[in-house]
C-alpha cells in the first residue's frame, strides 16, 4: 500500500518516523517524478513539463516500511535566486540531518550528462559521508551532448560503484531500483 504522507517545506516540519528513507534528487527535467511512478508502478509523484514543479520535501509511505522522498530539482528551474538558495539550504539541511536517509539517488539526464550542479551535489555528498547512487535517466532517447564528463567511484568516496541506467517510459532498469529500495 502506498500512502502519500505530504509535502513539507522545511526539515524540520518532517514527520519522525522509524521508516528508511531513499531520496530521489536530480536537475530540474530529469524525469524525477516519472521514474519515482515508474517504480512503485503507480502515479504518486506529480509530473509536470515545466521544470521546478516539486518545491517541498514530499514523502511517500511504501508498505509501512520504507519512505520514498521526492526532493526538489535543482539547476533549471525559473525560481529567483532567494528560492533556489533556500530550497539548496533546505536540500543540504535534509542530507545532513535525516538520519532515516539510506541512500540518495541522484539523477542525472543521460541524454545530457553530469553538469556542475550535478557535481557540486555530488561533492558536498562526498565532503560530508553522505552515502549517494547515481542514476541515469531517459535511456532510450538520443544523446543530444557528446564531450559528456565520466563519473568514478574512484573520485567520488561516497558514492556507490554501481551506476544504474534506467528509462521510466520503456521500464528499463526499474527492477534493480526496486530491489534496492524493497518494493515488490
Known sequence: MIKFVGSFETVNSLPKTQFEEYAFVGRSNVGKSSLINAIVNEKIARTSNTPGRTQSLNLFNINDKIMIVDLPGYGYAR???????????RLEEYLLNR?????????IDS?????????????????????????????????????QVELSHENHPAMIANVLETSAEKKYGLQELRDIIGVK
Not at 538520519?99 to 539523477?107: A, E, G, H, K, Y
Open 79 to 89: 525560481v529567483s535566486k532567494t528560492d533556489a538558495l533556500r530550497w539548496l539550504h
Open 99 to 107: 538520519s532515516q536517509l539510506r541512500r540518495l539517488f541522484i539523477l
Open 111 to 147: 541524454r545530457i550528462g553530469p553538469k556542475d550542479s550535478d557535481l557540486d551535489l555530488m561533492d558536498f555528498c562526498d565532503n560530508n559521508g553522505i552515502c549517494y547512487q547515481i542514476v541515469y535517466t531517459k535511456k532510450d532517447k538520443k544523446i543530444r551532448e557528446h564531450t
